[in-house]
């Protein structure tokens, strides 16, 4: 699991409320990102960061923010939670800097629910 | 835009049985392609990776073949184990983009039946 911990596991939150996850790791790795999984969608890019106050924007970055203030914790953070961000949070972290043989490692994911 | 679309979207198979299951992707240009599986209530773990110039990679009893002139690829599993069972993502990542823009398949719902 390259270890990587993801931390809550579950949470049940109301709409309007903020929402904070935090991954782990403890390998140093450069790379971190957030997906989103859901039915009917593969799984969805939200942010990745690529070093210490290093992000970008996945392909649904709305309503979401992260932070990377140490190598080691990537957090996402949902500002005002919607119903629309009920869904399954993975992080993952990449094992090496070549786009050619970069293995991705993932997290045991977090289920978020708003109601 | 990029996509990846997997086929069947689940089998059900008996243990012992071989199955394969396909991938078709729209991704360019391309950098590799990975095939993952997925537990149920797990995350991803990576089964194979493969870039353009291999057409066939194995992992155990995991065989994956890459056609990049037809932009197709499948997931051999031989003699299935009721432990094979789980989603099979087929991901393509793009070439000459910022890092970590991966395309993701809904994956191949693989239920193995005793």
């Known amino acids: 699991d390259a270890g990587i911990t993801q931390s809550p596991r579950h949470k049940v939150t109301e709409t309007g409320t903020p929402v904070t996850l935090r991954c782990h790791q403890t390998?140093?790795?450069?790379?971190m990102y957030w997906y989103r999984q859901d039915p009917g969608h593969g799984l969805r890019l939200i942010h990745y960061?690529?070093?210490?106050?290093?992000?970008d924007k996945g392909e649904v970055s709305d309503g979401y923010s992260v932070s990377r203030s140490k190598t080691e914790d990537f957090l996402l953070t949902l500002e005002s939670a919607t119903s629309s961000q009920t869904s399954v949070y993975f992080c993952?972290?990449?094992?090496?800097?070549?786009?050619?043989?970069?293995?991705?490692?993932f997290g045991p994911g977090t289920r978020l629910t708003v109601l | 835009k990029n996509q990846v679309e997997q086929s069947p979207q689940s089998l059900i198979i008996l243990e012992g049985k071989n199955c394969t299951l396909q991938?078709?992707?729209?991704?360019?240009?391309?950098?590799?392609l990975r095939w993952y599986k997925q537990d149920t209530g797990r995350g991803p773990v990576s089964l194979t990776i493969?870039?353009?110039?291999?057409n066939t990679k194995s992992n155990g009893r995991y065989t994956a073949t890459l056609d990049a002139d037809t932009k197709q690829s499948s997931l051999h599993i031989t003699a299935s184990q009721l432990s094979d069972s789980a989603s099979y993502i087929c991901v393509v990542s793009a070439g000459g983009t910022s890092y970590g823009k991966l395309t993701f398949g809904q994956g191949t719902i693989l239920t193995v039946h005793p």
């Open positions: 493969m870039t353009f110039s291999e």
């Open positions: 993952a972290i990449s094992t090496t800097d070549s786009l050619l043989t970069d293995t991705q490692y």
């Open positions: 991938c078709n992707y729209t991704v360019s240009p391309f950098s590799n």
């Open positions: 960061s690529y070093g210490v106050k290093d992000t």
């Open positions: 390998e140093n790795h450069r790379y």
